[in-house]
Structures are given as C-alpha cells and as structure tokens.
C-alpha cells in the first residue's frame, strides 16, 4: 500500500512548501497501521518560514473589518459542511475514528466556527473615567500577533478548528503543529480556510515530529503567544518555557475524569452515560470517565448493568454506526495501556470484562478493585478502560473523586438538588456536570481543567481575553 500513498508538504504562506531535499515520514491508518500517506518531517528552518508568513500576513491584515473575519468563519462553516464526507472519511482512515464519532466531530467543528465568526464584534473597548482635566481616556483591545496552535490526533478537526478559528477571530495569525499521527485534517483545514477568503500566510500549518521542532515554534521571539492540547508531560515542557519567555499560554492536558453515582441516581441514565464517557472514540478523549465511583447501595446493579451494555458494543466496520470501538493510534499507546493494566492486575485489581486485544482494538475492558498505588489509578491511560470504585456514602464518593492530581471534568448522578450543589460546588475540577456525562463541549463554554489537566480556558469569551491585550488610550482635547 506504501507505493501508492500521496505525499504532502507543510502549508506556508497559502501554498504547499516543498523543501529541495525533504524527509518524508509515514502517516498509518491505525486500523493495520499501514501507510496511507507520505508528510514531510518539518524542521526547525520550516517553523522560521512558517512565523516569519504569520508574522507578515499579520501586519498587514490585522486591520480587516469584522465583517471580512466572520465572512471567512462562517464560508467555511458552509464548505466543512458541503464537505463533511471527505473529512469523515479521513478522520476514519487517518486516526480510526468510527463514522459516529467523525460525523459528531464534524457537527461540533461546525459550530465551534459559526461561534467564532461572532467574536469579532464583540472586541469592544471602554471609555475610562479620569482625574485629568481635558483629558478623554478611552481602551481598546488589540491582537497579539502570531500564535501557535499544536494540536492532539484525538480529535485533529476539533482541536485544529478552536487554535486556529478563535485566534482568526481575534485579529491574529496561526501556526499550526499538528500530532503527526494526524497532520492530513490539519492541511485539509488550512486549504478549506483558503478557499473560504481567509488570507495567504494568516494559516499556516508545518508538519512533523514535536521532539524535533515544537522548541522552534514555542522560542520563537514572534510567537506572542501557545495554545496547546495534549498530554500533560508536554503541557508542563511548554508551560516553562513559555513563562521563562514571557509568552502566553493555554494548556488543555490530560484527566482521570470521575463520574459519580450515587444511591438515588436514575441508573439507567448513569450506565447510559457511563458507557459513552468510558468507551467513546475507543477513551481517546482528555474528558473520557476513567474512573467509576459508585455508592455501595447501588454498586452491584450498576456493574452489572455496565459490564451487560460495554459487553454488546460494536467493534466491526468503522463505518458501519453501530461500530463504537476502533484501534488505538499507535505501537507507543497500545503498549502503554498493556503495561497499566498488567500492573494493575498484577497488584490485585479484578478485570470484569475485557483486557482482550483484537488486532490493534481494546475490547471494553472495566477494572474493580484496583489499588491507589496502581498505575492505572495515577496516570491517563487514555484507552477503553474504566475503573469502578465501590464507595460507603456521599461523603466517601467527593472525597474519593477528588484523589487526583487531574481535574478535567466531572459527572455526578443524582436526583437529591442539595447534593447536586454540593457536588457541582465541591469537585475539583474545571467542568462539572449533573446527571450528564463528562464528555461535553459548547464553543462559548470556559472549556478546561484545573491542576494537572490544564491552565487558562478555551471558548469564545477565553479567546476575547486571552488572545487580546488591552491598550490604554489618551487624548487632551484641552491641548486641541
């Protein structure tokens, strides 16, 4: 199959960039991990042509009118739309995506660029009262120049929409670093952006390895500012370096997401949703319920409705909709989630159901009984795996929910209003949802986490804040 994939190049300054002598690396379908294209490895001299366009296309652009910004957002709204087979098809064949998951990825990208073609005339400023006689004091928001936007394989068109449309939106200009399991949307996007009005060097996307050139992009002195999504060991690499370099940063990182159910839950809808938060997308989603926690009044009807519904989900044809689990991205993860669960059954935990590879797919596979000191129980597996902690009380469940250093989002189940308040007010995370699964997403939401699972907020109104700087304005009229 190798033979007869395509190459791609990086997208810098509206047009592909081909280097006189490039490396090509192998973009897999996880599915058998053969090759489906060849992209060329970005290097650091790739990242400089890439800031140096955004850097220009900056300065001349960053004046257009908001009607020219929410023009460009809203046609490509349109064309994603027109064109939703082409990137379902290749969110399926270039990281494994089943067709529902793909399409629900479509819709919320959709949206999340109708949401974004809205900001530009919320950019206003204010006119300040002042003790100076004859003065009038007046601000405005200005955008910050160039940003970059480095972007995970899990959900490519999601995440490479909000770092590059909020951004847009704002007034600025973009440098993309895909995953390189993933760099194929990305290019897809940045030509869907052209097509849609959107100004040469304003996109630009360079693939590649982040290892090798991800320091390039975030040291770069132009790059005024680092919207990242990914693991949190890199999250924390790019949060040093961006405070030693005065840059700034959003950080959406990994979770240990609990979803609580208490005594009183409507346990049809807690298994219902239980289900969609562990198992989605194969729990290859920052947001996916990891971890189970269940009052003990409950816990023997939950499980065994779980285990019954994990049990009959589809892992055929990824584009046949009854198809819920597909393969893992790639060799790394697949031997990631074996090692945390070898340690976790080797240190007593009990497998309910699952722990079964087919292929490159993880069957549902669901865990009781696993120790605190477990790897599982401390780091993102990042899998179709969830744990089901059997607890005494309320009480019991908040403070076991709360025993993480992540803090992505949270469910609680429950039909009492008084510990629906107390929950909602008391789980250390950054979002919070009752009788709801903890996989949501809304453009205007102040999307992210808290502790180890993030830093500063993605959205709508986070992008006015965080991707604008305020300038302070004087006039002396008496001087006129």
Not at 161 to 186: C, E, M, Q, R, Y
Not at 302 to 307: H, N, P, S, V
């Amino acid at each position: 199959m190798a033979d007869f994939v395509s190459d791609h190049f990086s997208w810098i300054n509206g047009q592909p960039h081909r280097p006189a002598s490039p490396e090509i690396f192998e973009d897999a379908n996880p599915l058998d991990d053969q090759a489906f294209a060849r992209v060329v490895r970005g290097t650091p001299a790739d990242i400089g042509l890439a800031v140096e366009a955004a850097a220009e296309a900056f300065h001349q652009h960053w004046q257009i009118g908001p009607s020219d910004r929410e023009g460009w957002l809203l046609t490509a709204a349109d064309l994603l739309q027109q064109r939703q087979q082409e990137f379902v098809d290749l969110l399926i064949d270039e990281v494994g995506s089943p067709i529902t998951k793909a399409r629900r990825e479509i819709d919320t990208s959709v949206l999340q660029l109708r949401a974004a073609a809205g900001i530009p005339r919320r950019l206003a400023g204010k006119t300040l009262p002042t003790d100076v006689a004859g003065r009038v004091s007046l601000s405005v928001r200005r955008p910050l120049g160039v940003i970059a936007g480095i972007t995970p394989f899990n959900v490519p068109l999601i995440k490479g929409v909000k770092h590059s449309a909020f951004p847009l939106a704002t007034g600025n200009s973009v440098v993309l670093l895909p995953s390189p399991d993933a760099p194929l949307i990305a290019l897809h996007l940045a030509k869907l952006y052209q097509e849609a009005g959107v100004p040469a060097g304003l996109i630009n996307v360079v693939t590649g390895f982040g290892q090798e050139i991800g320091d390039a992009l975030t040291g770069d002195p132009r790059v005024r500012m680092v919207t990242f999504t990914g693991s949190t060991v890199t999250g924390r690499h790019i949060a040093e370096r961006c405070g030693r370099l005065g840059k700034r940063v959003t950080l959406e990182m990994g979770g240990r997401n609990p979803l609580v159910v208490l005594r009183d839950a409507d346990l049809q809808l807690a298994v219902q949703n239980a289900v969609i938060g562990a198992f989605l997308f194969q729990g290859q989603i920052c947001m996916s319920s990891s971890r189970l926690i269940v009052e003990q009044a409950v816990a023997d009807d939950f499980l065994r409705a779980l285990t019954a519904r994990a049990e009959t989900l589809g892992h055929g044809d990824l584009r046949e909709p009854a198809t819920m689990i597909g393969p893992i991205i790639n060799q790394r993860q697949r031997q990631r989630i074996r090692r945390h669960l070898e340690d976790a059954v080797a240190r007593g935990a009990r497998v309910v159901t699952g722990n079964v590879w087919q292929g490159n797919r993880l069957l549902p596979t669901i865990l009781t009984e696993v120790p605190d000191e477990a790897v599982l129980q401390r780091e993102e597996t990042f899998g179709p795996v969830t744990t089901v902690s059997v607890v005494a009380d309320a009480q019991a469940a908040l403070k076991a929910a709360n025993a993480t250093c992540f803090g992505l989002s949270a469910s609680v189940f429950t039909q009492d209003l008084s510990q629906a308040l107390t929950f909602a007010e008391s789980l250390e995370a950054g979002m919070v949802h009752v009788n709801a699964g903890t996989i949501q997403e809304e453009a205007h939401v102040p999307f992210g986490g808290v502790g180890d699972s993030g830093f500063g907020r993605e959205g709508t109104d986070a992008a006015i804040e965080e991707m604008t700087q305020w300038k302070w304005i004087t006039m002396q009229t008496s001087q006129m």
